[in-house]
């Protein structure tokens, strides 16, 4: 034996059936698609949510609201957790590390829920009013880094 005799098992290999060749191939005259329609069509693919030519659902429902493409998210912290935090100074470096808050995404955003009864200085993005009342009343600082965003509070 050598590798000039192998052959497969009989009834392992088929002839390759040839679609569309007319009424010899044993397919007949549509090549078995039928005879019209969608279907029978050379490129046909049944379209996402499509029901028979019945109204999709997707377009049936009516539609509400809109979603803004220019939506920032800020990563938030009150001033009761920082509050309950040691140290005085506080940076979003500090506070990532803390596990305070988990990503920046947009920058970070000082919220004033929450009562404030120390000195602290705090560095972020943004600050509610509330916030930024609060830690001046407490004697503290608050600084705005990366230019903050037009309108909002400093």
């Given at each position: 034996?050598?590798?000039?005799?192998?052959?497969?098992?009989?009834?392992?290999?088929h002839k390759k059936?040839?679609?569309g060749q007319g009424?010899?191939?044993?397919?007949?005259?549509?090549?078995?698609?039928?005879?019209k329609g969608a279907?029978?069509?050379?490129?046909?693919?049944?379209?996402?949510?499509?029901?028979?030519?019945?109204?999709?659902?997707?377009?049936?429902?009516?539609?509400?609201?809109?979603?803004?493409?220019?939506?920032?998210?800020?990563?938030?912290?009150?001033?009761?957790?920082?509050?309950?935090?040691?140290?005085?100074?506080?940076?979003?470096?500090?506070?990532?590390?803390?596990?305070?808050?988990?990503?920046?995404?947009?920058?970070?955003?000082?919220?004033?829920?929450?009562?404030?009864?120390?000195?602290?200085?705090?560095?972020?993005?943004?600050?509610?009013?509330?916030?930024?009342?609060?830690?001046?009343?407490?004697?503290?600082?608050?600084?705005?880094?990366?230019?903050?965003?037009?309108?909002?509070?400093?």
């Amino acid at each position: 034996m050598n590798l000039s005799n192998l052959r497969p098992p009989k009834g392992q290999k088929h002839k390759k059936q040839r679609v569309g060749q007319g009424m010899g191939t044993g397919r007949g005259k549509f090549s078995g698609r039928g005879a019209k329609g969608a279907k029978s069509v050379s490129g046909y693919s049944i379209m996402r949510g499509f029901e028979g030519g019945q109204m999709p659902l997707h377009r049936r429902l009516p539609k509400r609201g809109f979603t803004n493409i220019f939506r920032k998210e800020y990563a938030i912290v009150n001033l009761d957790r920082l509050e309950l935090m040691s140290g005085d100074s506080f940076t979003p470096d500090s506070l990532m590390e803390a596990g305070v808050i988990k990503k920046l995404g947009a920058g970070l955003k000082v919220l004033g829920s929450g009562e404030l009864t120390r000195k602290i200085s705090v560095q972020a993005h943004l600050f509610s009013k509330s916030a930024l009342e609060k830690i001046q009343k407490a004697g503290g600082t608050a600084e705005v880094i990366g230019g903050g965003v037009p309108g909002a509070a400093v």
